[in-house]
Protein backbone atom coordinates (compact mmCIF):
# COMPACT_ATOMS: atom_id res chain seq x y z
CA UNK A 1 0.00 0.00 0.00
CA UNK A 2 1.05 3.89 -0.61
CA UNK A 3 2.22 5.89 1.99
CA UNK A 4 -0.48 8.19 1.10
CA UNK A 5 -3.24 5.32 1.48
CA UNK A 6 -1.68 4.16 4.85
CA UNK A 7 -2.14 7.43 6.38
CA UNK A 8 -5.84 7.87 5.13
CA UNK A 9 -6.09 4.61 6.96
CA UNK A 10 -4.70 5.88 9.91
CA UNK A 11 -6.18 9.03 9.95
CA UNK A 12 -9.66 6.67 10.27
CA UNK A 13 -8.28 4.42 12.92
CA UNK A 14 -7.47 7.76 15.27
CA UNK A 15 -10.65 8.87 14.47
CA UNK A 16 -12.93 5.74 15.90
CA UNK A 17 -9.69 5.13 18.24
CA UNK A 18 -12.31 5.80 21.19
CA UNK A 19 -15.53 4.69 20.97
CA UNK A 20 -17.04 6.31 23.76
CA UNK A 21 -15.03 9.85 24.16
CA UNK A 22 -12.78 10.70 22.13
CA UNK A 23 -9.70 12.46 23.46
CA UNK A 24 -9.00 15.70 21.36
CA UNK A 25 -4.69 14.44 20.66
CA UNK A 26 -6.88 11.69 18.24
CA UNK A 27 -9.17 13.52 16.86
CA UNK A 28 -6.43 16.21 16.10
CA UNK A 29 -3.82 13.67 14.78
CA UNK A 30 -6.72 12.59 12.43
CA UNK A 31 -7.52 15.75 11.19
CA UNK A 32 -3.76 16.76 10.43
CA UNK A 33 -2.45 13.25 8.99
CA UNK A 34 -5.61 12.77 6.71
CA UNK A 35 -4.17 16.72 5.35
CA UNK A 36 -1.07 14.85 4.59
CA UNK A 37 -2.79 11.33 3.76
CA UNK A 38 -3.78 14.34 0.31
CA UNK A 39 -0.39 16.38 0.37
CA UNK A 40 1.55 13.01 0.07
CA UNK A 41 -0.83 12.15 -2.71
CA UNK A 42 -0.18 14.58 -4.85
CA UNK A 43 3.60 14.74 -4.29
CA UNK A 44 3.62 11.52 -4.56
CA UNK A 45 1.86 12.06 -8.42
CA UNK A 46 3.62 14.91 -9.57
CA UNK A 47 7.53 13.11 -8.65
CA UNK A 48 6.41 10.11 -10.17
CA UNK A 49 6.24 12.33 -13.73
CA UNK A 50 9.57 13.17 -12.76
CA UNK A 51 11.64 11.40 -15.41
CA UNK A 52 14.76 9.99 -13.69
CA UNK A 53 13.78 7.96 -10.76
CA UNK A 54 16.60 8.40 -8.78
CA UNK A 55 15.72 12.25 -8.32
CA UNK A 56 11.87 11.73 -7.53
CA UNK A 57 12.91 12.11 -3.41
CA UNK A 58 14.51 15.06 -4.10
CA UNK A 59 12.08 16.40 -6.72
CA UNK A 60 8.80 15.89 -3.83
CA UNK A 61 10.97 18.25 -1.67
CA UNK A 62 10.13 21.11 -3.99
CA UNK A 63 6.54 21.25 -2.82
CA UNK A 64 5.42 23.95 -0.49
CA UNK A 65 2.24 23.78 1.48
CA UNK A 66 1.37 27.24 0.64
CA UNK A 67 2.00 27.44 -2.86
CA UNK A 68 -0.18 24.04 -3.32
CA UNK A 69 -3.59 25.33 -1.26
CA UNK A 70 -2.87 28.30 -3.54
CA UNK A 71 -3.19 26.31 -6.38
CA UNK A 72 -6.05 24.69 -4.92
CA UNK A 73 -7.83 27.98 -4.53
CA UNK A 74 -7.48 28.48 -7.89
CA UNK A 75 -8.69 25.40 -8.84
CA UNK A 76 -11.66 24.98 -6.81
CA UNK A 77 -13.15 28.02 -7.73
CA UNK A 78 -12.52 27.42 -11.77
CA UNK A 79 -15.43 27.13 -14.00
CA UNK A 80 -12.57 25.03 -16.61
CA UNK A 81 -14.86 26.33 -19.47
CA UNK A 82 -14.89 24.05 -22.66
CA UNK A 83 -13.49 21.55 -20.89
CA UNK A 84 -15.17 18.14 -19.91
CA UNK A 85 -17.59 19.10 -16.99
CA UNK A 86 -16.55 15.31 -15.03
CA UNK A 87 -13.41 15.88 -14.99
CA UNK A 88 -13.59 19.29 -14.25
CA UNK A 89 -15.78 17.99 -11.54
CA UNK A 90 -13.44 15.56 -9.80
CA UNK A 91 -10.60 18.12 -10.07
CA UNK A 92 -12.75 20.76 -8.36
CA UNK A 93 -13.39 17.82 -5.47
CA UNK A 94 -9.30 17.40 -5.13
CA UNK A 95 -8.59 21.20 -5.08
CA UNK A 96 -11.62 21.80 -2.66
CA UNK A 97 -10.70 19.04 -0.40
CA UNK A 98 -7.12 20.24 0.05
CA UNK A 99 -8.29 23.82 0.36
CA UNK A 100 -10.50 22.45 3.56
CA UNK A 101 -7.55 20.40 4.91
CA UNK A 102 -4.64 22.32 4.80
CA UNK A 103 -7.13 25.42 6.85
CA UNK A 104 -8.30 22.70 9.31
CA UNK A 105 -5.01 21.35 10.00
CA UNK A 106 -3.53 24.43 10.83
CA UNK A 107 -6.17 24.54 13.62
CA UNK A 108 -6.23 20.70 14.56
CA UNK A 109 -2.10 21.43 15.08
CA UNK A 110 -2.21 25.23 16.34
CA UNK A 111 -4.96 26.19 17.53
CA UNK A 112 -5.24 24.65 21.12
CA UNK A 113 -8.62 26.63 21.97
CA UNK A 114 -10.61 24.27 18.73
CA UNK A 115 -12.66 21.53 20.40
CA UNK A 116 -13.26 18.91 17.88
CA UNK A 117 -16.10 16.33 17.62
CA UNK A 118 -15.95 13.18 16.09
CA UNK A 119 -18.49 14.06 13.26
CA UNK A 120 -16.16 17.30 12.18
CA UNK A 121 -13.45 14.71 12.19
CA UNK A 122 -15.22 11.93 10.06
CA UNK A 123 -15.96 14.43 7.77
CA UNK A 124 -13.09 15.80 6.95
CA UNK A 125 -11.94 12.70 6.62
CA UNK A 126 -14.66 11.38 3.66
CA UNK A 127 -13.64 14.58 2.29
CA UNK A 128 -10.02 13.27 1.66
CA UNK A 129 -10.96 9.89 0.39
CA UNK A 130 -13.65 11.70 -2.04
CA UNK A 131 -10.61 13.30 -3.27
CA UNK A 132 -8.60 10.15 -3.29
CA UNK A 133 -11.44 8.42 -5.64
CA UNK A 134 -11.64 11.86 -7.65
CA UNK A 135 -7.86 11.91 -8.43
CA UNK A 136 -7.81 8.03 -9.04
CA UNK A 137 -10.48 8.79 -11.83
CA UNK A 138 -8.48 11.85 -13.69
CA UNK A 139 -4.83 11.39 -13.16
CA UNK A 140 -4.26 10.49 -16.32
CA UNK A 141 -5.65 13.22 -17.68
CA UNK A 142 -4.04 16.91 -18.55
CA UNK A 143 -6.33 18.77 -16.67
CA UNK A 144 -4.61 16.88 -13.59
CA UNK A 145 -1.18 16.97 -14.90
CA UNK A 146 -1.68 21.14 -15.27
CA UNK A 147 -2.76 20.87 -11.42
CA UNK A 148 0.23 18.85 -10.50
CA UNK A 149 2.27 21.91 -12.52
CA UNK A 150 0.38 24.48 -10.69
CA UNK A 151 0.95 23.26 -7.45
CA UNK A 152 5.20 23.87 -7.59
CA UNK A 153 4.88 26.30 -10.10
CA UNK A 154 4.94 29.86 -9.02
CA UNK A 155 1.93 32.11 -10.78
CA UNK A 156 2.92 35.03 -12.97
CA UNK B 1 -14.62 72.68 -5.20
CA UNK B 2 -11.23 72.79 -4.86
CA UNK B 3 -9.86 69.78 -6.19
CA UNK B 4 -8.72 68.21 -3.53
CA UNK B 5 -12.12 68.52 -1.71
CA UNK B 6 -13.46 66.75 -5.00
CA UNK B 7 -11.45 63.82 -4.95
CA UNK B 8 -11.94 63.68 -1.04
CA UNK B 9 -15.39 63.63 -1.67
CA UNK B 10 -14.89 61.09 -4.40
CA UNK B 11 -13.71 58.82 -2.07
CA UNK B 12 -16.10 59.15 0.01
CA UNK B 13 -18.68 58.04 -2.27
CA UNK B 14 -16.86 54.89 -3.36
CA UNK B 15 -16.10 53.98 0.03
CA UNK B 16 -19.79 54.17 1.11
CA UNK B 17 -20.81 52.45 -2.38
CA UNK B 18 -18.00 49.74 -1.29
CA UNK B 19 -20.44 49.34 2.41
CA UNK B 20 -23.64 49.41 0.74
CA UNK B 21 -22.40 47.04 -1.72
CA UNK B 22 -20.46 44.73 1.68
CA UNK B 23 -24.21 44.99 3.19
CA UNK B 24 -26.40 43.81 0.45
CA UNK B 25 -24.09 41.26 -0.33
CA UNK B 26 -23.77 40.01 3.23
CA UNK B 27 -27.49 40.03 3.38
CA UNK B 28 -27.83 38.34 0.01
CA UNK B 29 -25.63 35.69 1.53
CA UNK B 30 -27.52 35.14 4.57
CA UNK B 31 -30.90 34.53 2.46
CA UNK B 32 -29.54 32.44 0.51
CA UNK B 33 -28.00 30.24 3.44
CA UNK B 34 -31.16 30.68 5.27
CA UNK B 35 -32.96 29.50 2.09
CA UNK B 36 -30.41 26.45 1.89
CA UNK B 37 -31.15 25.35 5.76
CA UNK B 38 -34.90 25.04 5.10
CA UNK B 39 -34.36 22.97 2.11
CA UNK B 40 -32.15 20.66 3.81
CA UNK B 41 -34.31 20.22 6.92
CA UNK B 42 -34.91 18.08 8.88
CA UNK B 43 -31.25 16.64 8.21
CA UNK B 44 -29.96 20.29 9.12
CA UNK B 45 -30.96 21.86 12.65
CA UNK B 46 -28.85 25.14 11.77
CA UNK B 47 -26.03 26.68 9.12
CA UNK B 48 -24.08 29.21 11.47
CA UNK B 49 -21.64 31.43 9.19
CA UNK B 50 -19.05 33.92 9.93
CA UNK B 51 -16.97 35.98 6.91
CA UNK B 52 -13.42 36.67 7.99
CA UNK B 53 -9.67 35.69 6.38
CA UNK B 54 -8.04 32.50 6.07
CA UNK B 55 -4.63 31.43 7.63
CA UNK B 56 -3.57 32.51 4.30
CA UNK B 57 -5.46 36.03 4.50
CA UNK B 58 -8.03 35.72 1.67
CA UNK B 59 -11.60 36.27 2.43
CA UNK B 60 -13.08 33.68 3.56
CA UNK B 61 -16.59 32.11 4.99
CA UNK B 62 -16.75 29.70 7.48
CA UNK B 63 -20.09 27.37 7.78
CA UNK B 64 -20.95 25.47 10.59
CA UNK B 65 -23.44 22.83 9.93
CA UNK B 66 -25.41 21.15 12.66
CA UNK B 67 -26.64 18.06 11.53
CA UNK B 68 -29.24 16.13 13.46
CA UNK B 69 -28.29 13.22 15.39
CA UNK B 70 -29.97 10.73 12.73
CA UNK B 71 -28.16 12.70 9.52
CA UNK B 72 -25.03 12.06 11.76
CA UNK B 73 -25.20 8.49 12.19
CA UNK B 74 -22.57 6.48 10.26
CA UNK B 75 -24.70 5.07 7.73
CA UNK B 76 -26.25 8.67 6.78
CA UNK B 77 -23.14 10.97 7.42
CA UNK B 78 -21.70 10.80 4.20
CA UNK B 79 -24.83 11.08 1.76
CA UNK B 80 -25.92 13.99 4.18
CA UNK B 81 -22.99 16.10 4.31
CA UNK B 82 -22.04 15.34 0.34
CA UNK B 83 -25.54 16.84 -0.18
CA UNK B 84 -24.72 19.79 2.09
CA UNK B 85 -21.43 20.66 0.19
CA UNK B 86 -22.59 20.17 -3.58
CA UNK B 87 -25.76 22.41 -2.65
CA UNK B 88 -23.59 25.03 -1.21
CA UNK B 89 -20.74 25.15 -4.00
CA UNK B 90 -23.46 25.17 -6.52
CA UNK B 91 -26.15 27.75 -5.12
CA UNK B 92 -24.07 30.13 -3.09
CA UNK B 93 -20.84 29.55 -5.11
CA UNK B 94 -19.31 32.16 -2.30
CA UNK B 95 -15.75 32.32 -4.57
CA UNK B 96 -18.01 33.32 -7.31
CA UNK B 97 -20.62 35.56 -6.00
CA UNK B 98 -18.35 37.00 -3.03
CA UNK B 99 -14.96 36.16 -3.38
CA UNK B 100 -14.80 34.10 -0.50
CA UNK B 101 -13.00 31.00 -0.35
CA UNK B 102 -15.58 28.54 1.51
CA UNK B 103 -14.97 26.45 4.39
CA UNK B 104 -17.35 24.10 6.31
CA UNK B 105 -17.48 22.17 9.24
CA UNK B 106 -20.30 19.37 10.39
CA UNK B 107 -21.29 18.62 13.90
CA UNK B 108 -24.00 16.48 15.08
CA UNK B 109 -26.72 17.62 18.02
CA UNK B 110 -25.67 15.60 20.68
CA UNK B 111 -21.88 16.64 20.13
CA UNK B 112 -22.73 20.27 20.10
CA UNK B 113 -25.08 19.74 23.34
CA UNK B 114 -21.82 17.94 25.28
CA UNK B 115 -19.17 20.62 23.60
CA UNK B 116 -21.90 24.09 23.93
CA UNK B 117 -20.20 26.21 21.92
CA UNK B 118 -21.70 29.81 21.53
CA UNK B 119 -20.17 30.02 17.55
CA UNK B 120 -22.19 26.43 16.70
CA UNK B 121 -25.15 27.79 19.04
Known amino acids: ?156 | MGRRASEASDNKVSVMQGVFKGVAQSEKLAAAIANLELRLRPDVVRIRHTVGEDSSGQPAIFFRVLLSDRASRPDRLRQVTRKVRNLVFQDIDPVNSCGLVPYLRFRSQSEQAELKEPAWA
Open chain 1, 1 to 156: MAFADDLLEQAKHLARREPKRPRQASLRRAVSTAYYALFHLLISEASSNWKIAAQRARFARIFEHSRMNAASVRAAGSSFSGGDPAKAGHLRNVARAFSQLYEDRRVADYDTAAQWSRVEVLTEIDLVEQAFVSWHAIRNQAIANDYLLSLFVRER
